[in-house]
């Protein structure tokens, strides 16, 4: 099987977004009056991001939600993506599962593959650029929190970080749904589109959690020039973190990223329109904290409580130069 062969194969389905897609040197679309387009990439290379031993159907799988993840933190509605890849072989079984995976999430949110790049490479590499529409100056960005408003995070977190540590035999769980839940949820991400979508018109920051809250937050608070006091005991973990020693189930739900849910701000007044939405979407959506104002000389930073008292917790989100 030749590299256009591959392409034709896998990864050229009928859509109907692009005029042109996938085979002329560019995709071309129309313009949409009233609407602006939120673009971004995101790449995942094998032993950084994933185990090479890795299902690829979840791999097609996540390197879509993690681009989808971050157009759901700017309140936008998916549109179309480019897939690049690098692959030390082509091999049809891999390729067959991988593009099932992929396009499994990617017609589940209507949002075609329009066009990418194919070449050999001695490990995978996998960059998907996604784009979406917001309404002309909805999208919601993070410079927006304000003083005195909550800090709401979806979901749970830490579950994937404990999957990946599951796999990795640094840690052990005894209830074999919780273990399955756990790597499901590293695997399988559930990029919070919809979600993302109706807190465009109420969150006045927001981000997705990749890194982890402590680094992700910080980025939040240094574009809105503030602070946050943050209480870990209200932070939303599922039973099998809960059953950890303490420290530990914190460090992971703060620090071990992919998580893949939106962390945003709102005022206090909005608490009931989104409890709704927690309702509407069955999703937890959890009060976790307060933007606060810098003083004078302070830089931003996290002042973490437990049980309403200051405590000294240090938690770093993943930082891929960090060594
Ligand atoms: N090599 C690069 N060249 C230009 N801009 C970059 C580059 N790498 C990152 N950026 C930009 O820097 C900002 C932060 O990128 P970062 O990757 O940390 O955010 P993210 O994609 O939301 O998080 P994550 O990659 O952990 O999901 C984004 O606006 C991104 O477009
Ligand atoms: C094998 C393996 N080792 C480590 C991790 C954890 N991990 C890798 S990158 C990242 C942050 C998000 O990435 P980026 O900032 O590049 O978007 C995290 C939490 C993993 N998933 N698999
Ligand atoms: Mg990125």
């Not at 185990?51 to 309140?75: C, F, H, I, R």
Request: aromatic content about 6%; overall charge negative; glycine content about 10%.
């Amino acid at each position: 099987m030749g590299e256009f062969d591959l392409i034709r194969r896998f990864f050229t389905r009928d859509q109907q977004v692009a005029r042109v897609g996938i085979g002329d040197d560019c995709a071309i679309f129309g313009a949409q009056v009233g609407y602006e387009h939120c673009i971004s990439t995101d790449m995942l290379v094998e032993g950084r991001h994933f185990l090479s031993d890795v299902d690829p159907a979840a791999l097609g799988y996540k390197a879509l939600a993690t681009n989808l993840s971050d157009l759901a933190a700017m309140g936008a509605q998916p549109h179309s993506f480019l897939l690049s890849i690098g692959l030390p072989q082509a091999d049809e079984r891999w390729l067959q599962a991988f593009s099932a995976g992929l396009f499994q999430l990617a017609q589940r949110h209507n949002c075609p593959l329009i066009g990418g790049d194919t070449t050999r490479s001695p490990l995978v590499v996998i960059s998907i650029t996604v784009q979406g529409l917001v309404p002309h100056g909805a999208g919601v960005l993070r410079s927006g929190a304000r003083v005195g408003d909550d800090i709401w995070v979806s979901g749970t977190l830490g579950d994937a970080a404990l999957g990946l540590a599951l796999l990795q035999e640094r840690i052990r769980v005894g209830d074999p749904d919780e273990r399955e839940r756990a790597i499901s949820r590293l695997h399988w991400p559930e990029p919070r589109v919809a979600l993302g979508m109706e807190l465009a018109s109420i969150a006045s920051s927001m981000m997705d959690l990749s890194d982890g809250l402590a680094g992700d937050l910080l980025h939040i608070l240094r574009a809105s020039h503030r602070k946050a006091a943050v209480e870990l005991a209200h932070l939303p973990m599922r039973a099998a973190l809960r059953g950890l020693p303490r420290m530990q189930a914190l460090s992971l739900a703060t620090a071990g990223g992919d998580d893949y849910e939106l962390l945003f701000t709102a005022e206090p007044r909005a608490s009931a329109r989104i409890e709704q939405l927690a309702e509407d979407h069955e999703l937890p959506l959890s009060r976790i904290g307060r933007i606060l104002p810098l003083a004078g000389g302070e830089l931003p930073q996290i002042e973490w409580l437990l049980d309403g008292r200051p405590t000294q917790f240090e938690a770093q989100g993943f930082d891929h130069f960090d060594d």
